[in-house]
């Protein structure tokens, strides 16, 4: 077996061997607004459930050279977004929102999205995605090596759910109609695949 001291890897070589090991990762593709007035869309797969009381959920935003990404800036500016999961319908169009432009342009620019009103946030929502966490910002902790922010961690409060009817049923989600699509290392990506149970011991 290998044995090897993350102190002894650069930040590229401990991403390689995360981003490898931790699969499938959920993907949540966030919406958020500049106080401008400009919506930022983007996907983030350090995502993941915190606590089911009170319902929260988790997003880490990594940094490049210190530099804040536009989702956490909106974020820690105006307090909201909404997450919208990633499945098979909507996997093309997120992957477009990936492309790296100015604070100031909108990835609906370049991909093929619609937005429509949300409930509890003024945050618009994404009309293409079955499962949308409308959340406010319950706690921000800024990720530190050697007195630099690398990361920006954001515990999330789910404040509303809306669920396509298609994937709703008797207050579960059935996963055969959402189709969610989960991400691997480098740019790949994996369907849901095969399915088994296993009873949990008494």
């Known amino acids: ?4 001291s993350p102190e002894a890897l650069s930040a590229r070589e401990n ?17 958020t607004q500049s106080e401008a007035g400009v919506v930022n869309i983007a996907p983030f797969s350090f995502f993941n459930i915190v606590s089911s009381e009170p319902a ?3 997003l880490s935003i990594q940094r490049k050279g210190g530099v804040e990404k ?29 492309a790296n432009l100015p604070p100031d342009v909108s990835e609906q620019t370049v991909a093929a999205l619609t937005l429509d009103e949300s409930i509890k946030v003024q945050v618009p929502s994404l ?15 800024p990720i530190k ?14 404040q509303h759910y809306v669920i396509d009817e298609q994937v709703y049923e008797d207050g579960k989600i059935n ?17 849901l695949g095969e399915l088994f149970t296993l009873a949990r011991p008494t």
Not at 70 to 98: F, G, M, P, S, Y
Not at 127 to 141: D, L, M, P
Not at 145 to 158: H, M, N, S, W
Not at 179 to 189: H, I, M, T
């Open 1 to 4: 077996m290998h044995q090897i």
């Open 15 to 31: 991403y390689k061997l995360l981003i490898g090991s931790v699969i499938p990762r959920p993907v949540a593709l966030v919406v």
């Open 56 to 58: 929260l959920v988790s």
């Open 70 to 98: 536009d989702t956490a800036r909106n974020l820690r500016r105006t307090k909201e977004a909404v997450i919208h999961i990633l499945d098979e319908e909507n996997v093309l169009a997120a992957n477009q929102t990936a």
């Open 127 to 141: 009309n293409e995605a079955k499962i949308r966490f409308e959340v406010q910002v319950y706690q921000h902790v």
């Open 145 to 158: 090596k050697d007195d630099q922010i690398t990361a920006d961690f954001f515990i999330l409060a789910i």
């Open 175 to 191: 996963p055969h109609s959402l189709k969610p699509v989960s991400r691997l290392a480098g740019n790949d990506y994996s369907k």
